[in-house]
T-cell receptor, first 114, second 111 residues
């Protein structure tokens, strides 16, 4: 089954404690990205990657890092989480980043930073 | 700059038809997507328009007018399970550029 898998799905952590949210897709997609979704603000892109070893900042990259060492994986790293990073996070992938290629979303990761 | 506008909330009756509008002002245009998102779940793809006109897919249709920077999603024969948020998203150019999402329209279907 074609899917985008994120882990963990739910996490409560403390300020400053580094965490990684993993993302994996099994569709051989080149393009992967991370979004955060907050009430009243909609989906905002954090980082995206057009292919292995190629990453770019989205609209809200501050406080986040990513890496793309393999095609299927695109982890999101919060080096020193802060309460304003409490959000619902979605990983997404598509065949490429162009034109009509549909974006497939993971199930989401609820992150709370206290 | 980029700006995508949708109504925040709408309510409609089971069995009825509802139209959700989306207007956009972006530096370029290379396609518009509609996604459905149930509360706490991932967005799922509904439709894609790149040329003017109406695309029909079962109970859902999507319309695009590029000259007006306008799209709508039409839902017919509404069912309770259609209660969800509907997200309009625009791709600004033909390269590997991110989708820009509107804030979504929360639709409530009532009996």
């Amino acid at each position: 089954e074609a899917q985008v898998t994120q882990n963990p799905r739910y996490l409560i952590t403390v300020t400053g404690k580094k965490l990684t949210v993993t993302c994996s897709q099994n569709m051989n997609h080149e393009y992967m990205s991370w979004y955060r979704q907050d009430p009243g603000l909609g989906l905002r892109q954090i980082y995206y990657s057009m292919n292995v070893e190629v990453t770019d900042k989205g609209d809200v990259p501050e406080g986040y890092k990513v890496s793309r060492k393999e095609k299927r994986n695109f982890p999101l790293i919060l080096e020193s989480p802060s309460p304003n990073q409490t959000s619902l996070y979605f990983c997404a992938s598509s065949l490429s980043g162009t034109a009509g290629n549909t974006i497939y979303f993971g199930e989401g990761s609820w992150l709370t930073v206290v | 700059g980029q700006n995508i506008d949708q109504p925040t909330e709408m309510t409609a009756t089971e069995g009825a038809i509802v139209q959700i509008n989306c207007t956009y002002q972006t530096s370029g245009f290379n396609g518009l997507f509609w996604y459905q998102q149930h509360a706490g779940e991932a967005p799922t793809f509904l439709s894609y328009n790149v040329l003017d006109g109406l695309e029909e897919k079962g109970r859902f249709s999507s319309f695009l007018s590029r000259s007006k920077g306008y799209s709508y999603l039409l839902l017919k024969e509404l069912q309770m399970k259609d209660s969800a948020s509907y997200l309009c998203a625009v791709r600004e150019d033909s390269g590997n550029t991110p989708l820009v999402f509107g804030k979504g329209t929360r639709l409530s279907v009532i009996a």
